[in-house]
């Protein structure tokens, strides 16, 4: 599974819809369908339907080693067509068809230069928003549990 | 063996129906919810999950619900869910570096880079039943601190070590060599430790803890010091063959255990710290710890140690870890064995019918000889 190599500009635009893609990816059914009934409806036509099915995930020996297999996860995928003709595409963690289906309509809009900006400001920028408040509780309750042990000397009370 | 019988179907059904019933309970207290499973028996359903191998949290209540709360027939009920579904492929390996961290201990350095942070965690408490939770209060208002967040990362211990050349290091293959995989192949041995590990992952904790445990005792010291034990979320990446990038396919929480192992060395190698490696779905720090400890004294052999005790034995280790198979095997003498039983009896009867015979000629031919002498 070697990347194919594609020029800088390539690069960028790919990794922009990746991080769009991934934001869809990890927020909730229900935020999504929040965000996807919020839009204007576009006409589509399924050219995959959402299909429920398995990845096996792995990890590295020791963290950074050679890789082995951890165990499967379930994930949802699903790509649309605009009537428009951009392809939107979808693989995300668990068992939601419509999730997977609104989010590869928001995909394709997304990569529809007269729809992106609209689907960055209402779609992905709050949900990504939601994403780094979720994240920042999480970090700052694990903080507040830092421990500093002290060694005490044999004999000391 | 055992040998197909027919009747009982309305026997079966109704015995099925009890058991919806009995599974149900006092239909005057409410029927829980996946949600209440998922959300407040999360270390049931990170043992589901690892040992079902297979992450998805709703399924696993699912799962733990339909089997009234029994994990091995929980996790017997995933297994059986997989193999309905296709396989799309092979992630990316999870970087554990990355981890959203919501707890890092380290029992061998006590001011370690990033420091360690305890998270949810039983241990320290005292062990005393907390009455307050058999009462109304459902603690939905419980205070939780926080504090500022410094951003310091959180190397590996085992990096740490590694820079000093103490620790031998991760051994590295070329990317693109083929991983085994236990879902496609049956295990056969010799078994290298890509197939190991696989199996420890979805191996049953209880046996790995009582393998851990025997090597602590004596049964193939491995000198473990846990290094470290970090918990969180890290991302999963997958390479879309279609899209020609790797996509993001959302979070899952994993618990990874770094055992460093004392090392005496040998004539082939020097005296060094060596590595058993734990990784498994949601918080099992008792797995994964056992799993770390049972890894490292799987590698007796590559680092030229003598094998002396049950935990470093390869093939009985891998052959009997998987709770599945061993639920399958010995639980399957519940079934009718009457055929086989039934020629048992014909064996036992006349080897019974054999003996008496012999005997009674036995004292036949004793009388006749002491009467013969007198």
Not at chain 2, 198 to 224: K, V
Not at chain 2, 244 to 257: Q, S
Request: hydrophobic share 40%; with cysteine.
């Amino acid at each position: 599974m070697r990347e194919p190599t594609s020029s800088p500009d390539e690069d960028t635009a790919i990794e922009d819809r990746r991080k769009a893609m991934a934001t869809l990816a990890e927020a909730s059914p229900a935020d999504i369908a929040e965000k996807f009934a919020a839009l204007t409806p576009p006409s589509y036509e399924l050219v995959r339907r959402p299909e429920t099915g398995l990845v096996m995930v792995r990890g590295r020996m020791g963290g950074t080693g050679s890789p082995f297999n951890l165990g499967e996860v379930t994930v949802t995928r699903c790509v649309i067509r605009l009537e428009t003709g951009e392809t939107g595409s979808v693989y995300s963690l668990g068992r939601h068809k419509k999730k997977a289906l609104q989010s590869a309509v928001i995909d394709a809009l997304w990569q529809r230069s007269e729809t992106r900006a609209r689907i960055e400001t209402d779609v992905i920028a709050p949900l990504a928003a939601a994403r780094r408040d979720r994240k920042a509780t999480v970090r700052e309750e694990t903080e507040a549990t830092r421990v500093n042990f002290f060694t005490m000397v044999r004999g000391d009370t | 063996m055992y040998v197909a019988v027919k009747g009982g179907e309305r026997a079966i059904r109704n015995a099925h129906k009890l058991l919806a019933r009995r599974r149900r309970g006092d239909t005057s207290v409410p029927a829980l919810t996946l949600e209440q499973i998922a959300g407040q028996l999360a270390h049931s359903v990170a043992r589901v999950m690892g040992e079902g191998s297979l992450y998805d949290e709703m399924l696993a209540a699912l799962a733990i619900k339909q089997a009234r709360g029994d994990l091995i027939e929980a996790a017997f009920l995933m297994r059986a869910y997989r193999t309905t579904l296709p396989r799309f492929g092979y992630s990316r390996p999870i970087d554990t570096a990355r981890m959203l961290v919501e707890r890092r201990v380290s029992a061998t350095y006590k001011d370690l880079p990033g420091g360690q942070v305890l998270g949810p965690t039983f241990d320290y408490s005292h062990r005393l039943l907390d009455f307050a939770l058999a009462a109304e209060d459902d603690g939905s208002d419980l205070p939780v601190d926080t504090a500022p967040v410094t951003d310091e990362p959180m190397p590996r211990v085992t990096d740490l070590l590694g820079e000093e050349g103490l620790i031998e290091p991760d051994p590295v293959t070329d990317e693109d060599a083929p991983v085994g995989d236990l879902t496609r192949e049956p295990l056969s041995f010799p078994a290298d430790r890509d197939l190991r590990l696989q199996n420890l992952a979805r191996g049953d904790e209880g046996f790995l803890l009582a393998l851990a445990y025997s090597t602590q005792r004596g049964y193939g010291r491995t000198h473990p010091f846990a290094g470290e034990i970090r918990y969180g979320e890290v991302e999963v990446e997958f390479f879309a063959e279609e899209l020609g990038f790797a996509v993001t396919l959302g979070t899952i929480k994993v618990t990874e255990c770094q055992m460093v192992n004392q090392f005496q060395g040998t004539a082939k190698a020097a005296p060094t710290f060596t590595r058993g490696y734990g990784l498994v779905f949601g918080q099992v720090e008792r797995k994964a710890m056992s799993m770390a400890m049972v890894d490292r004294s799987m590698r007796w052999q590559e680092l030229g140690e003598e094998q002396t005790a049950p935990a470093q034995d390869v093939e009985f280790v891998l052959s009997h870890s998987d709770n599945i198979q061993a639920t399958g095997f010995v639980e399957h003498l519940k079934l009718p064995h009457y055929v086989d039983f039934q020629a048992e009896l014909d064996l036992v009867r006349r080897m019974r019918a054999e003996w008496f015979d012999r005997r009674k000629a036995d004292a036949t031919d004793g009388n006749q000889g002491r009467k013969a002498a007198e």
